[in-house]
């Protein structure tokens, strides 16, 4: 809770000092570079859920900022992050991330080849809920060489449900404080539902070997 009302005050005054439409411009890039940058290895905090929530927070009481082209941006915004590290997974392979050095950086990066090994298209989805899953599983997911068009459609079910979602939620929970707490229950069981879907297709995939 502290650290959302530090990141919900720096997200208000990126809004007082650059005005409304680079206020956008930040946000859709940040969310961006979380994925497509890697910058969300280092900063998640800024990159992530805390960050689409004040941003739908500050929303509800600006006039100047619409709820609908923030969170439909934010959507596009992770949606392209994410092609772009699938891309560079795809193209670059293993070297890309070993280049990433730091115990945390390459613990997170095994954990997310087993996540990905283990839920496969369903942990494009589910990673989106994950900070360290939310940035290295595309990546991952290039380097398995994971069919595009069935990584567009998991990127685009994420970048649904987690940008446009979270970021809508943030501006009724503004007004309506039970949303914020109701928004992590459907996100819990979103999360649940979708790991037991992948484990089922796993234990499926095995049976069929």
Not at 91 to 103: C, E, K, Q, S, V
Not at 111 to 138: M, N, Q, S
């Amino acid at each position: 809770m502290l650290r959302l009302a530090a990141l919900d005050g720096q997200v208000s005054s990126w809004l007082d000092l650059f005005g409304p439409i680079v206020f956008y411009l930040i946000v859709w890039g940040l969310v961006f570079a979380g994925t497509g940058l890697f910058v969300g290895v280092f900063i998640p905090f800024i990159t992530g859920d805390s960050l689409l929530f004040a941003a739908g927070i500050l929303s509800a009481g600006h006039s100047g900022i619409n709820i609908w082209v923030l969170a439909i941006g934010v959507g596009i915004a992770a949606f392209l992050g994410d092609q772009v590290g699938f891309l560079l997974g795809r193209h670059y392979g293993r070297p890309y991330l070993d280049r990433r050095t730091g115990a945390w950086v390459q613990r997170s990066i095994r954990r997310a080849e087993k996540f990905y090994t283990d839920l496969g298209w369903w942990a494009v989805v589910v990673g989106r809920f994950i900070p360290w899953g939310r940035v290295l599983v595309p990546p991952i997911a290039g380097i398995a060489r994971m069919d595009y068009l069935k990584f567009v459609a998991a990127n685009l079910v994420g970048a649904l449900v987690w940008g446009v979602l979270l970021t809508v939620t943030g501006y009724f929970a503004a007004s309506i404080p039970a949303v914020k707490s109701a928004a992590y229950v459907i996100g819990g069981a979103f999360i649940l539902g979708a790991i037991i879907a992948g484990i089922l297709s796993w234990r499926r995939n095995r049976a069929a070997v």
